[in-house]
C-alpha cells in the first residue's frame, strides 16, 4: 500500500512513501490507557475496564499482526533523501509524546485511586512496558543531528528516568553491537532475566563513563549543568515530585514500578533483536563491519506501524542515520517469528523462546556454533 507526497506542482517529482498515512495509527494506539482512565471514571470506576490496555497491546496486537501478515514494500532509493527530510514522520512522533506523558500522570493517578490487585497488576504492567514506547521515539531521534530532536530525546528519556540511554546506543551499542563486547546484545542460551541485569547495568556503567569522557575531553567538570545525563535526570526528578506533590507519597511507589518496567520493557527489545548473533573477528583484531543479518528482523504490519519501524532493525544497524520512514527490508535475513509485542511475551517464558529461536539462530549460522555469541 502506497500513498504520494508532491512537494511542488511538478508532476514528475513525487515521493513514493509506503505506509505513510498508515503511522498516524500509533498515535490513538497510544492513548488506549488514557482512554481507558478516562472510560473507568465515566462509567462508574469498573475494574474491568483498566484490563483492557493489556488486552490490547499483549493479545490483540500479536494476532492482528498474525492475521495482517507481513509488509515488504520498500521505498525506493531515488526517493530517500526527500523522504528524509519530509517533517511529516518527525510531527508525528512529536504528536506521541504528550500522549504517553498522559499515559503515566493518568496511569499513576488510577493506581494511587485504587484498583483490586487483578487489575492492578495488569494495569500498571502495560503502562509500565508502554512507557518503554518512549524509549523508541528518544531512539529515532537521538540519532538525528539536529538540536530540536536532539533535546526533545532527552525530554523523552526525562520521562521514564533512563536519560543514559542515547549515549551508550551511539556510542556503545552501535559500536559492539553482536559482540560479546556488548553489554545490550543477548548471548545464546541466556535468559531475558539474567540479561536484565547486564544490559541495564552495563547501559548506565557505559553511558556515564561516554559523557564523562566527553566532558574531560572539552575541559568541562562531569558533575556540571554541562552533563546531558544529569540534565534527564533532572527533569525526571522534576516530574516525580511534581506527581509526588499532587498525589501525594503513595504515587511514588508506582512512579518507581513505571520506570523499573520501562526499562524492562528496553531490555526484552534488546533481547531480541541480536539474541545469539555475533559478528565475525577479523584477523586484525578487529570485527567485521555490522551488516543486515547481524540483528532479527521483522516486517509484520500493524506492529510496525504502532512502533514506527523499530522492528526492521537490520538496516537500521547497518545505516544507523537512516530515519524510519527510510527503512528498507532485505531478502534472507534473519526473521523474527512474530512482531515485538508476541516476541517480547514469548522471551519471559525461556523454555519457549529457547524452543523456537534456537533452532532459528543455529540456522543463521549454518549449523556451527562456534559462529554464534556465547559471550
Known amino acids: 500500500m502506497s500513498t504520494t507526497l508532491r512537494l511542488d506542482h511538478k508532476p514528475t517529482d513525487v515521493i513514493r512513501a509506503p505506509r505513510k498515512w498508515m503511522f498516524l495509527l500509533g498515535i490513538p494506539s497510544a492513548m488506549v490507557p488514557t482512554i481507558c482512565v478516562a472510560a473507568y471514571y465515566a462509567f462508574g470506576q469498573q475494574p474491568w475496564i483498566a484490563v483492557l ?3 490490547w497491546f499483549f493479545i490483540c496486537i500479536p494476532i492482528l499482526d498474525a492475521v495482517v501478515g507481513e509488509d515488504l514494500t520498500n521505498p525506493p532509493p531515488e526517493d ?6 519530509d517533517r511529516f514522520y518527525t510531527n508525528i512522533i512529536f504528536a506521541s509524546l504528550p500522549v504517553y506523558f498522559l499515559n503515566f500522570v493518568f496511569g499513576i493517578m488510577l ?5 483490586p490487585v487483578w487489575a492492578m497488576l495488569p494495569f500498571l504492567y502495560t503502562i509500565g512496558i508502554g512507557g518503554g514506547q518512549v524509549l523508541i521515539i ?6 538525528r543531528t539536529n538540536r530540536l530532536d536532539r533535546n526533545i530525546a532527552k525530554l523523552a528519556l526525562g520521562l521514564i528516568g533512563y536519560g543514559h540511554f542515547c549515549i551508550e546506543h551511539n556510542r556503545g551499542h552501535h559500536v559492539n553491537v553482536a559482540t560479546p563486547e556488548d553489554c545490550s546484545s543477548a548471548r545464546m542460551n541466556e535468559t531475558v532475566y539474567a540479561f536484565m541485569f547486564r544490559d541495564i547495568i552495563g547501559a548506565f556503567v557505559g553511558g556515564w563513563k561516554q559523557e564523562a569522557k566527553r566532558l574531560r575531553n572539552r575541559g568541562q567538570p562531569v558533575f556540571s549543568h554541562h552533563n546531558e545525563i544529569l540534565q534527564s535526570y533532572a527533569i525526571t526528578v522534576l516530574i516525580a515530585a511534581a506527581m509526588v506533590a499532587w498525589l501525594g507519597w503513595a504515587a511514588l511507589p508506582f512512579i518507581i514500578a513505571h520506570h523499573f518496567l520501562a526499562f524492562f520493557a528496553l531490555t526484552m527489545v534488546n533481547y531480541i533483536e541480536h539474541y545469539g548473533l555475533k559478528r565475525e573477528k577479523l584477523p586484525n583484531g578487529r570485527y567485521e563491519p555490522c551488516q543486515p543479518h ?6 509484520h504490519t500493524v506492529s510496525n506501524l504502532l512502533e514506527i519501524n523499530l522492528q526492521r532493525h537490520s538496516d537500521h544497524h547497518a545505516n544507523p542515520m537512516r530515519p524510519y520512514q527510510c527503512l528498507r527490508n532485505f531478502e534472507e535475513l ?3 517469528p512474530s512482531g515485538y509485542p508476541g516476541c517480547i511475551t514469548m522471551s519471559l517464558i525461556p523454555p519457549l523462546w529457547f524452543r523456537v529461536m534456537n533452532p532459528k539462530v543455529l540456522a543463521w549460522a549454518g549449523g556451527d556454533k562456534s559462529k554464534l555469541n556465547w559471550g
Open 80 to 85: 530517500f533523501e526527500r523522504l528524509a527530510a
Open 294 to 299: 547481524h540483528s532479527w528482523n521483522t516486517n
Open 53 to 55: 490496555p493489556f488486552i
Open 111 to 115: 493506581l494511587v485511586d485504587g484498583l
Open 138 to 143: 528518544a531512539h529515532e531521534l537521538g540519532h
Open 334 to 336: 534473519p526473521r523474527l
